[in-house]
């Protein structure tokens, strides 16, 4: 029990650089961050590019730190994953969600809502519990709810995975495999999964013009999509070549830069009310 032996040492170590502290005041920060108010939710539109109208669109956690500002999700996200904080952050975002697609619903705009769900949610033993009772409690259908999961947390542990989001699917959620291409999952995978639509990841995307290889990808993915009964998303369309090359094959729904930054919702609903031409 000393402090110099092993490998307690290296915890008093002062050459601890400073991400790593850093590091710590995040995850603690973080732990503050629902119960100050900090998150917000911003929405992106998902175009349809059969109808040219949005009727979908993807919630996007943002979180305003009290010195620091703006932190974009990629950077704690991964921390929330890994600290268990994860459950209570998409927990919030579920609710304020529903919450948003009510106030939507007053206005008669009927839009589906995305939510993103990490690969430790679908382990949580009452996720599904809570997201049935939050469902009840906020009076919203199913069918304007789309659980976003990404292809990779489906390859963790494929079985569970797989009867979770069967169980999802048959409550009427729309089920969204996200990030598709980055994931390695194999296409008796995929056969198997109880899911309406695949998401291509926005690095196929963004370079379309330029690279023949993502082309002959991405028009691959679409046809084994649509010969599995899938709908398509694309994200990250960044240029007028990708909307236009995507619409002529066939792609479903279109979501990126070029059509709309993410937006929070007092900026996105007077677009969705009077839609530019
Ligand atoms: P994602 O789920 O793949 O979300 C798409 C990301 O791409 C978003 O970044 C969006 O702003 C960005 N994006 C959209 N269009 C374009 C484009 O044309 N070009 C480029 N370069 N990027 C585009 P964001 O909001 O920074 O989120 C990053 C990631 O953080 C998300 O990737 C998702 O994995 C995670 N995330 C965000 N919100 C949540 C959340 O509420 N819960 C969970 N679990 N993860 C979230
Ligand atoms: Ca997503
Ligand atoms: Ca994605
Ligand atoms: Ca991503």
Same mark, same amino acid.
């Given at each position: 029990h000393t402090r110099n032996s092993g490998s307690l040492i290296q915890v008093y170590? /002062?050459? $601890?650089?400073i991400n790593s502290v850093e590091r710590l005041n995040l995850i603690n920060d973080l732990r503050q961050a629902i119960p100050c108010n900090q998150f917000e939710l911003h929405f992106q539109p998902k175009l349809? $590019? @059969? !109808?040219? *109208?949005?009727t979908h669109v993807e919630a996007l956690v943002r979180w305003t730190h009290p010195t620091l500002g703006m932190i974009p999700p990629d950077n704690f996200i991964p921390i929330a994953e890994k600290t268990g904080q994860i459950e209570g952050l998409t927990r919030w975002v579920f609710v304020a969600a529903l919450m948003q697609c009510t106030e939507w619903n007053k206005l008669a705009l009927d839009i589906n809502i995305s939510v993103n769900i990490s690969a430790e949610n679908l382990k949580e033993s009452d996720f599904y519990e809570f997201v049935c009772q939050m469902m009840t409690i906020q009076n919203? *259908? /199913?069918?304007?709810i789309t659980l976003e999961v990404t292809e990779s947390s489906v390859v963790d542990d494929p079985k569970s995975a797989i009867k979770l989001l069967g169980k999802f699917k048959d409550y009427g959620f729309r089920i969204s495999i996200d990030? @598709?291409?980055?994931? @390695? !999952?194999s296409l008796a995978q995929l056969k198997q999964l109880p899911v309406h639509e695949l998401k291509i990841d926005k690095s196929f995307i963004q370079r379309l013009e330029r690279d023949l290889d993502d082309q002959i990808i991405v028009r691959s993915t679409i046809d084994l999509a649509h010969n599995m009964g899938l709908k398509v998303v694309a994200e990250g369309i960044e240029d007028e070549f990708s909307l236009l090359w995507l619409a002529q094959y066939n792609c479903e729904f279109a979501q990126g830069y070029f059509i709309s930054r993410p937006k929070s919702a007092s900026e996105l609903t007077p677009w969705l009310l009077n839609p530019p031409k």
């Open positions: 170590q /002062p050459n $601890l650089d349809c $590019l @059969y !109808s040219l *109208k949005v919203i *259908k /199913p069918q304007q990030d @598709y291409g980055t994931g @390695y !999952s």
